[in-house]
């Protein structure tokens, strides 16, 4: 590939030449995918590969020792030096230990070695990574075990080049320490389930159901110059300051608008990099707010796309600072424009390929679709506050509900076709007649007739059919794709279970199998009707409506986690083997304690900064006004306006030093609680207000002071300078 450089900050940005590497070979070239592992490895050592993804066979070493010679002369032969297992801790990001292939000969020589026992299981310190009370500090010792599913991959960096061996992290004793193997099992007891209930539909060929995961993933983009001018940004990935610019988004200007030049340099760029390890970057474009951008992967296997997600983020930070930037994953890094989240598409397939979820020309007469729909169905409404608690985090309660992602209350939007097809089921009428195959005629002889889809799109649904797949879009920008996806495959699990329980038991006949299918659907959707909800949810309407059909609205993570550690939670979760009581309590206590720590450096932040930045510089600021209206006073000149702003300068500096005060005496005595739940909700219903004041103050002092003798970057230049 030819690449030239250009410093930008301290990294070199890559100018890639697409006409001398085609996409069509770069594409995977890092990747040790199963089309390498098929050239690579002999027939029936590959065919024992593809038994263990497909869940069918168990690994063995005799076959990971061929595996593992293959994946490291492949990895040598593209330069890579040394090798990590790469997982998913309960800290919301990737962890890797690095490993060279260097093994000494004794005789002062080396060769590089790399084992079937070495790729298969890695030994890691667990002492400082979080296990919510499952191993004492002294108790050290944690295991990774490499996850067939997702393919190893090269990673190259100004150090070197590393073989990343995606994998699962447990304890000594078995017990989950990450994202992934909760996810992993959740598969299991999705496709398990799955099975029963296509078993009864007559279907005997399909072998494996998994679910399939195309995260969306938002973000923003800002110069490198003014993020390092923002201690606010850098260590808490938000703004606690920051007055609004006299435009921020109502001019509707950057969705889907232009790309900048420096952008779309850097998206280039982002895109060869996720190329090169076979991660199928598709679509990309401006967001809502200034500066925000989307990126969007083809679909996977969610255990897959859990890992690419991460690799996705963190490709974006890496690529950023190469071009002089910073990228932003708070799901509110500025107050008063849109946040970002993750929308999450999911769906469930089959062996040979099939979506469940396709309705097919005609929906209504598709009865494995709308068996699997209602479903999905139940599943929202009972298991609701679970999939909340899955999305709740610091980040995110400044994000729901605000005009520009969904609300708290979960609900699911189908549109009106789907809706009356289910509503015509529950009333015993059958499922009518679908409108799907209608066209659009737009009455210009130039233009094609466009078919309509079977459901519209609605950006304030929690859940919307989206045309053959349903998409979350309460899953906050910076967190993995891993919980949510887990708790839903569970969900459905756990519907899919009690659905083939009544269609195993069932009395009819094989020529009345439909109307068994019929009598399901007909009792589940009209006990769970009520979540279905095709309007507007940014209303207050809404909100009243969602209460009066006793639909929850979590509104803060702290209440949200709560469901964790209820025996409903945990019954669940037992009976289809993804997580014990033990397991959910001990994430419980690390997913509070995450809050609690986010909430307490975002609030040393906010009073370090008003005392060390913001008040000085606005008392010097005062001082020189003063020292102009004694200059003027001198000559007999009089300035009004410049008098009465100092006086609202004094009054807000005033201000601004007690709230400080009164955030840092609230912080300490939050410090001294002990109960972590108890402490999370101080934070919560303590900390986070006194912020919300002192933030008040210093940003009407902002529109006063002077940009000049502002102490760094506002909106204006966050927002709108790259």
Same mark, same amino acid.
């Given at each position: 590939?030819?690449?030239?450089?250009?410093?930008?900050?301290?990294?070199?940005?890559?100018?890639?030449?697409?006409?001398?590497?085609?996409?069509?070979?770069?594409?995977?070239?890092?990747?040790?995918?199963?089309?390498?592992?098929?050239?690579?490895?002999?027939?029936?050592?590959?065919?024992?590969?593809?038994?263990?993804?497909?869940? $069918?066979?168990?690994?063995?070493?005799?076959?990971?020792?061929?595996?593992?010679?293959?994946?490291? $002369?492949?990895?040598?032969?593209?330069?890579?030096?040394?090798?990590?297992?790469?997982?998913?801790?309960?800290?919301?990001?990737?962890?890797?230990?690095?490993?060279?292939?260097?093994?000494?000969?004794?005789?002062?020589?080396?060769?590089?070695?790399?084992?079937?026992?070495?790729?298969? &299981?890695?030994?890691?310190?667990?002492?400082?990574?979080?296990?919510?009370?499952?191993?004492?500090?002294?108790?050290?010792?944690?295991?990774?075990?490499?996850? *067939?599913?997702?393919?190893?991959?090269?990673?190259?960096?100004?150090?070197?080049?590393?073989?990343?061996?995606?994998?699962?992290?447990?304890?000594?004793?078995?017990?989950?320490?990450?994202?992934?193997?909760?996810?992993?099992?959740?598969?299991?007891?999705?496709?398990?389930?799955?099975?029963? *209930?296509?078993?009864?539909?007559?279907?005997?060929?399909?072998?494996?159901?998994?679910?399939?995961?195309?995260?969306?993933?938002?973000?923003?983009?800002?110069?490198?110059?003014?993020?390092?001018?923002?201690?606010?940004?850098?260590?808490?990935?938000?703004?606690?300051?920051?007055?609004?610019?006299?435009?921020?988004?109502?001019?509707?200007?950057?969705?889907?608008?232009?790309?900048?030049?420096?952008?779309?340099?850097?998206?280039?760029?982002?895109?060869?990099?996720?190329?090169?390890?076979?991660?199928?970057?598709?679509?990309?474009?401006?967001?809502?707010?200034?500066?925000?951008?989307?990126?969007?992967?083809?679909?996977?296997?969610?255990?897959?796309?859990?890992?690419?997600?991460?690799?996705?983020?963190?490709?974006?930070?890496?690529?950023?600072?190469?071009?002089?930037?910073?990228?932003?994953?708070? $799901?509110?890094?500025?107050?008063?424009?849109?946040?970002?989240?993750?929308?999450?598409?999911?769906?469930?397939?089959?062996?040979?390929?099939?979506?469940?979820?396709?309705?097919?020309?005609?929906?209504?007469?598709?009865?494995?679709?709308?068996?699997?729909?209602?479903?999905?169905?139940?599943?929202?409404?009972?298991?609701?506050?679970?999939?909340?608690?899955?999305?709740?985090?610091?980040?995110?309660?400044?994000?729901?509900?605000?005009?520009?992602?969904?609300?708290?209350?979960?609900?699911?939007?189908?549109?009106?076709?789907?809706?009356?097809?289910?509503?015509?089921?529950?009333?015993?009428?059958?499922?009518?007649?679908?409108?799907?195959?209608?066209?659009? &005629?737009?009455?210009? %002889?130039?233009?094609?007739?466009?078919?309509?889809?079977?459901?519209?799109?609605?950006?304030?649904?929690?859940?919307?059919?989206?045309?053959?797949?349903?998409?979350?879009?309460?899953?906050?920008?910076?967190?993995?794709?891993?919980?949510?996806?887990?708790?839903?495959?569970?969900?459905?699990?756990?519907?899919?279970?009690?659905?083939?329980?009544?269609?195993?038991?069932? %009395?009819?006949?094989?020529?009345?199998?439909?109307?068994?299918?019929?009598?399901?659907?007909?009792?589940?959707?009209?006990?769970?009707?009520?979540?279905?909800?095709?309007?507007?949810?940014?209303?207050?309407?809404?909100?009243?409506?969602?209460?009066?059909?006793?639909?929850?609205?979590?509104?803060?993570?702290?209440?949200?986690?709560?469901?964790?550690?209820?025996?409903?939670?945990?019954?669940?979760? $037992?009976?289809?083997?993804?997580?014990?009581?033990?397991?959910?309590?001990?994430?419980?206590?690390?997913?509070?304690?995450?809050?609690?720590?986010?909430?307490?450096?975002?609030?040393?932040?906010? *009073?370090?900064?008003?005392?060390?930045?913001?008040?000085?510089?606005?008392?010097?600021?005062?001082?020189?006004?003063?020292?102009?209206?004694?200059?003027?006073?001198?000559?007999?000149? *009089?300035?009004?306006?410049?008098?009465?702003?100092?006086?609202?300068?004094?009054?807000?500096?005033?201000?601004?030093?007690?709230?400080?005060?009164?955030?840092?005496?609230?912080?300490?005595?939050?410090?001294?609680?002990?109960?972590?739940?108890?402490?999370?909700?101080?934070?919560?219903?303590?900390?986070?207000?006194?912020?919300?004041?002192?933030?008040?103050?210093?940003?009407?002092?902002? &529109?006063?002071?002077? &940009?000049?003798?502002?102490?760094?970057?506002?909106?204006?230049?966050?927002?709108?300078?790259?």
């Amino acid at each position: 590939m030819s690449c030239q450089s250009e410093k930008c900050g301290n990294h070199a940005a890559m100018e890639i030449d697409f006409t001398k590497t085609p996409v069509t070979e770069l594409y995977g070239r890092n990747c040790f995918s199963n089309t390498v592992m098929r050239e690579r490895l002999p027939k029936n050592i590959y065919k024992e590969i593809a038994a263990v993804q497909n869940g $069918e066979k168990e690994l063995t070493l005799e076959v990971a020792e061929i595996v593992a010679a293959s994946m490291r $002369e492949w990895a040598i032969a593209k330069g890579a030096t040394h090798y990590t297992h790469l997982f998913q801790p309960l800290t919301g990001l990737t962890a890797e230990k690095h490993e060279s292939f260097v093994a000494p000969t004794g005789d002062g020589k080396m060769m590089m070695e790399f084992s079937g026992r070495a790729l298969i &299981k890695g030994e890691s310190d667990a002492s400082s990574l979080p296990s919510g009370g499952l191993r004492a500090t002294f108790e050290a010792r944690g295991y990774t075990a490499w996850d *067939v599913t997702s393919p190893a991959f090269l990673k190259s960096d100004p150090t070197g080049t590393t073989l990343c061996i995606p994998t699962a992290f447990i304890s000594y004793y078995g017990q989950a320490l990450d994202q992934k193997v909760p996810l992993l099992k959740s598969v299991e007891a999705l496709s398990k389930q799955a099975l029963r *209930v296509l078993r009864a539909l007559g279907d005997t060929a399909t072998k494996r159901v998994t679910s399939f995961l195309g995260p969306e993933q938002e973000y923003f983009l800002i110069d490198k110059e003014f993020y390092d001018k923002r201690p606010d940004i850098m260590l808490t990935g938000r703004t606690v300051f920051g007055a609004l610019p006299a435009k921020g988004q109502e001019m509707e200007d950057h969705y889907y608008g232009a790309i900048k030049e420096r952008v779309a340099a850097f998206m280039r760029e982002v895109n060869t990099e996720l190329w090169k390890v076979g991660i199928p970057a598709k679509t990309q474009h401006n967001e809502v707010a200034p500066n925000q951008f989307e990126i969007v992967p083809v679909y996977s296997n969610s255990t897959q796309a859990a890992d690419d997600n991460q690799f996705i983020m963190e490709t974006i930070h890496n690529v950023a600072r190469r071009h002089g930037m910073e990228g932003l994953f708070h $799901e509110k890094p500025f107050a008063g424009v849109n946040g970002s989240g993750k929308h999450n598409n999911w769906s469930m397939g089959t062996t040979d390929g099939t979506n469940l979820f396709e309705p097919g020309a005609s929906p209504e007469c598709n009865v494995r679709f709308l068996l699997f729909v209602a479903a999905v169905i139940e599943a929202i409404d009972r298991y609701a506050l679970l999939l909340r608690s899955s999305t709740a985090c610091a980040g995110n309660e400044h994000r729901l509900g605000a005009n520009e992602a969904p609300p708290a209350i979960i609900s699911i939007f189908f549109g009106g076709p789907l809706t009356e097809i289910f509503d015509n089921i529950a009333k015993g009428n059958g499922a009518g007649k679908s409108s799907s195959k209608e066209k659009i &005629k737009i009455g210009v %002889s130039s233009l094609p007739a466009v078919s309509r889809d079977v459901s519209d799109r609605n950006r304030t649904s929690p859940f919307a059919f989206t045309g053959n797949k349903f998409e979350f879009r309460m899953v906050g920008a910076s967190e993995s794709v891993a919980p949510p996806t887990t708790c839903f495959n569970v969900a459905v699990a756990q519907v899919l279970k009690e659905f083939a329980d009544k269609l195993e038991s069932s %009395s009819q006949k094989a020529e009345n199998l439909n109307d068994a299918v019929y009598a399901v659907i007909r009792e589940s959707y009209s006990k769970h009707r009520r979540v279905v909800f095709n309007g507007n949810g940014y209303t207050d309407e809404w909100v009243r409506e969602a209460e009066r059909r006793g639909l929850p609205n979590v509104k803060n993570t702290v209440d949200a986690l709560a469901v964790l550690t209820h025996n409903e939670t945990v019954s669940v979760f $037992e009976t289809h083997g993804v997580l014990s009581r033990e397991e959910l309590e001990s994430r419980y206590h690390i997913y509070l304690e995450k809050y609690s720590k986010q909430i307490n450096i975002e609030a040393g932040v906010t *009073v370090e900064m008003a005392r060390r930045q913001i008040f000085p510089a606005v008392s010097a600021y005062a001082a020189s006004l003063a020292r102009d209206a004694v200059a003027l006073a001198a000559i007999g000149a *009089v300035n009004a306006p410049q008098e009465e702003r100092a006086k609202k300068i004094a009054a807000l500096c005033s201000e601004l030093c007690e709230k400080t005060a009164l955030l840092e005496t609230i912080l300490n005595e939050t410090h001294d609680i002990g109960d972590t739940f108890a402490e999370a909700s101080s934070y919560s219903e303590h900390v986070r207000p006194a912020m919300s004041a002192v933030r008040s103050c210093a940003d009407a002092l902002e &529109k006063l002071v002077s &940009k000049e003798a502002w102490p760094f970057p506002g909106y204006e230049e966050l927002l709108f300078k790259l």
